[in-house]
Structures are given as C-alpha cells and as structure tokens.
C-alpha cells in the first residue's frame, strides 16, 4: 500500500525558517515533488527530488532520502504570502500520490 | 509557458443537467489528468490519458465521463451529478508517461462546480 505522511498544520513567523517534513512508504518510487497550494487556487510546482540530497532553489530547499523513506521542504525568510498548503507527493508510475497536505500560516 | 488553462472558472448545475469541463494546454504534453479537490484535502485523482488514450480510470462513477479529443484538449462531461460531487476539479498535464525524466504535472486553475 501506499502512506505519506506529513503535519497537518504548522505556523512560523515572518522573517523565520520553517521545515515540513514528509515520510513516505510506496510500492515504486520514481521521484517526490513538493508543491504550494494557496487557498483556492490550483497547486504549483515548488520542487521534485529523485537522487538523495538537498535541491536548493531560491528560499526553498528539498531534501530527500531515498533509504529513509524522508523528504523535508525548507523554507527561508518566509513571508506572509507563504502562508500555504504545502503537499507532499511520490510520483509512481504516472502517477501522483499525494500527502494530506500541511497548512502553513505565517504572522507578522 | 507552462500554462494549462481551464474553462469554466465556476459552474452551478442542478442534478439533471448535463454540463461539460474543459482543459487546454499548449506545451506538446501528452499526458493530461482529471482530478478532485475537496476543501482542505489534497487533489484525488480521477483519469489519465496518455497520448490521447485512457490509461487510468480510478473507479470513477459513469456520470463522469472523461475524452481526449487531440493532444492539446482534455473534457470532462457531466450528468446527473449528486451535491457530494461539488468540489474544485483540476487538469494537470505532463510531458509524458515512461519515458524517464521529472514528468512534473502542471495544473489548470480549476473548475469550482456547485451541485444543487
């Protein structure tokens, strides 16, 4: 069966660093996005991890362990509009499996 | 441009009508997806096409009924929907299945249907 698992809800400050973290068990495996979902509109893609190690882009990171079944986004110098859903998901054979989502509030 | 675009933005139909979504890209992906979206869930996956032809149907009642008509367009018919059907349907596309790489989905902004 499938699993990803991530909080639920987390909240950071303006200005701070947030880590949301992903553990994942899936039948296949062929690489793990992370994408930002605001309030009503459609996902977009933050981020996909394949090899293990750390992908930097800008003030988001995305690291990820293969062995470990681990994947963590990191957020930098977060700022309001980063107030979020962020999901979690294992791509699998055409496939998008997704986490159930962590909502992320930033205050000032 | 990774630009997938939706029409229409919102749709109110009653449980006898039938109704169509449609979804657009212009990138030469051909792979496209139906999802569902209810609020505070993640997006469930409904169908995928892969070069035109239905590859994936994920146990989706028949009042949904998904066509690809051309590598550029996904539609998603609608009859005799229920209120529980009421949600935010998303269209996603991809470069294509199998063939190795990121095979990043970009979504469509959506379609917020209202069943009454």
């Known amino acids: 069966g499938q699993n990803i698992d991530q909080p639920t809800e987390m909240t950071a400050t303006e200005g701070a660093i947030v880590q949301i973290n992903c553990t994942y068990q899936?039948?296949?495996?062929?690489?793990l996005f992370w994408y930002q979902q605001h309030a009503g509109e459609a996902p977009t893609f933050l981020s996909y991890?394949?090899?293990?190690g750390l992908e930097e882009k800008g003030r988001f990171s995305s690291f990820l362990s293969r062995s470990k079944g681990y994947s963590y986004l990191l957020l930098k110098e977060l700022q309001m509009k980063d107030s979020a859903s962020y999901l979690c998901?294992?791509?699998?054979?055409?496939?998008?499996?997704f986490g159930q989502g962590t909502e992320l509030s930033v205050k000032p | 441009d990774t630009e997938v675009t939706q029409t229409p933005k919102h749709l109110v139909m009653g449980m006898t009508n039938k109704k169509s979504l449609k979804c657009e890209q212009h990138?030469?992906?051909?792979?496209m997806y139906w999802y569902k979206q209810k609020a505070k869930k993640p997006p469930e996956l409904m169908f995928v096409?892969?070069?035109?032809?239905?590859?994936i149907n994920e146990s989706v009642p028949s009042r949904f009924s998904p066509e690809c008509p051309n590598s550029s367009l996904l539609n998603l018919h609608l009859h005799a929907l229920q209120p529980e059907d009421s949600a935010l349907y998303l269209c996603?596309?991809?470069?294509?299945?199998?063939?190795?790489?990121?095979?990043?989905?970009?979504f469509g902004p959506g379609t917020r249907l209202l069943v009454l």
């Open positions: 996603a596309s991809t470069t294509a299945i199998g063939a190795g790489g990121q095979e990043t989905q970009y």
């Open positions: 899936t039948s296949g495996f062929n690489g």
């Open positions: 991890n394949v090899l293990d």
């Open positions: 998901a294992v791509s699998r054979g055409g496939k998008l499996i």
């Open positions: 990138m030469g992906h051909r792979a």
């Open positions: 096409y892969s070069y035109e032809k239905l590859s």
